[in-house]
């Protein structure tokens, strides 16, 4: 665990297998420990532990979310080794890409909001008058 933190980190998320292995070491640093808990054998998880643990896998499931859709929707589950910056550019896009993935309904515009959706009923409006039509 120590080899994937930087040292700058302020709170830790992870499942329950991380739950005992450096809990000690990350609440003397000052890191706020947001790892699942386990139930023990014999004991199970309180309500509130049980709230607890959904809480922090609703934020842990955020992030992977990403990783979603660069491994399962795209098919990058392996790395061809291409060199480092190669592959470190290759990642950074792909990630980049899938977080606009994400966001795709939001980005578009809603219906009829597009300034160019419905300018030919408009522009009938305007004309059926000049032309003794009727808009109907």
């Not at 990058?76 to 080794?81: D, Q, W």
């Not at 890409?97 to 030919?120: D, F, H, I, V």
Request: aromatic residues 8%; positive net charge; glycine residues 8%.
């Amino acid at each position: 665990m120590g080899q994937l933190l930087h040292g700058q980190e302020r709170e830790l998320f992870g499942d329950q297998a991380y739950w005992i292995e450096s809990r000690q070491g990350a609440l003397k640093r000052g890191i706020r420990y947001r790892i699942n808990r386990r139930p023990n054998p014999g004991r199970p998880l309180s309500r509130h532990e049980r709230r607890l643990n959904r809480l922090r896998s609703a934020t842990r499931a955020r992030g992977e979310h990403a990783f979603h859709v660069v491994k399962r929707l795209w098919g990058f589950a392996k790395v061809r080794y291409r060199g480092l910056a190669k592959n470190t550019a290759r990642l950074l896009t792909a990630f980049a890409l899938a977080n606009l993935y994400l966001l795709r309904r939001r980005l578009l515009t809603p219906q009829g909001t597009c300034p160019w959706s419905g300018r030919k009923e408009r522009r009938r409006r305007q004309i059926a008058p000049l032309i003794g039509r009727s808009t109907q």
